[in-house]
Structure formats: C-alpha cells, structure tokens
C-alpha cells in the first residue's frame, strides 16, 4: 500500500521524490561504463525490421518531425522518481506512421550508441506519453540525460527509457533487453510494483 506522502503525491509504491536529477545516466550500462561521445554532424537514427519503410534520419530529419511535449514523471527501478519532467520530442505514434510496421510486428528493440538494450511492445509504445526524447524542461537533453535522442516510457521503470538511442529494429518476437536478461522485469510496471521477474 502506498505511503500518505505517495499517495498525496500521486507516486507509485515503493517510489519516493527527488529533486535533483544529477545521477540519471548512471544506470545504463552499456558496451562502455561511461557517456559516449555523439556528433550531430554525424548521427542517424536508424530504423528497420518489419516495416514497410525502412528509414535512416539524420539530426536536422529528426528536428523536421512534428514535435509535442509532454509532462510526466520519470521513475527508476532502485525507488527514486523525479516529478513533472516536462519532455520535447517525437510521439511514438509519429515513427509508426513513418515506416509502417508490416502485420507481423509486434514490438521494436530498442538500441544504443553505448550497447545497451530494450524492447516493448507496440502496445506499450501506443500510448500518447510516450516520446522520442530531444529536450528535457525546456532544454536539449544533456549527454548524461541521454543526448542527442532518448525514449521516454512514462508508466514503465526507467530501464525502459532507453538513452542515445541511434537503431529501432521492428521484429515479430519480443527479446530481451540488458537489464531484462539480468532478472529485471520485462513489463516494468510501475503502479503494478513489477521491478522483478518471476
């Protein structure tokens, strides 16, 4: 059950506030330990699978979809959450209309310049609040914040919420992510508590 103060609060169970935000990039571990370096002049998103049009955005193809904010709060699975984060980005449903995942797609893996890894559901993505991430607050992301492009799943735990994100690859089976093989949950329920697997 939750706390009064979480519940005057409107927070998940076992979630408490923070005010600061400065350790957020600490718990993605990827192929390197620290925040890799990203050149816009560079970088392309790619994303492919089991779609009918497979795409690779540069940064300024990026900034030329059409964007939203949205406000949400940003819970990690270790029991902190940060409140009324105000996100600019792309809404998912924007990147399905884009490349038309074919019938048999089911769910996009999510990939990151660092090696890390996630995946969810179409049906997870569906939601209105659920972005490709630019800007935080008002503000371009910071590098440890997951610049240049970071995936923002309100209503699951922030392993879901991939950072540097640079490969979405749609596929007809669900895999597992970095943190799933390592027992974490695949659904990451936050209001269901699911921090585990069974």
């Not at 990827?30 to 089991?50: A, F």
């Not at 959450?81 to 999510?110: D, H, Q, R, T, Y």
């Not at 490709?132 to 995936?151: D, Q, W």
């Amino acid at each position: 059950m939750p706390t009064e103060k979480q519940a005057e609060l409107n927070l998940p169970p076992g979630q408490i506030p923070i005010k600061h935000i400065l350790r957020w990039g600490i718990d993605h571990p990827g192929i390197t330990p620290s925040t890799p370096g990203i050149d816009l002049k560079t970088y392309v998103l790619i994303i492919d699978g089991e779609v009918e049009n497979s795409v690779k955005l540069t940064w300024n193809e990026i900034l030329k979809l059409p964007a939203v904010e949205s406000v949400s709060d940003f819970h990690c699975v270790e029991g902190w959450s940060v409140l009324g984060c105000k996100w600019g980005g792309v809404i998912f449903k924007e990147i399905l209309s884009l490349v038309k995942p074919k019938a048999m797609a089911n769910s996009v893996s999510f990939k990151c310049v660092d090696g890390y890894s996630t995946s969810l559901t179409l049906d997870e993505l569906s939601d209105n609040n659920v972005l490709l991430a630019y800007k935080l607050n008002g503000k371009m992301l910071e590098i440890g914040h997951g610049f240049p492009l970071r995936l923002i799943v309100p209503n699951k735990y922030a392993y879901k919420s991939a950072m540097w994100i640079n490969h979405l690859e749609f596929t007809s089976k669900k895999g597992l992510g970095f943190w799933e093989k390592r027992g974490y949950s695949d659904t990451a329920e936050v209001w269901k508590n699911d921090r585990f697997s069974k």
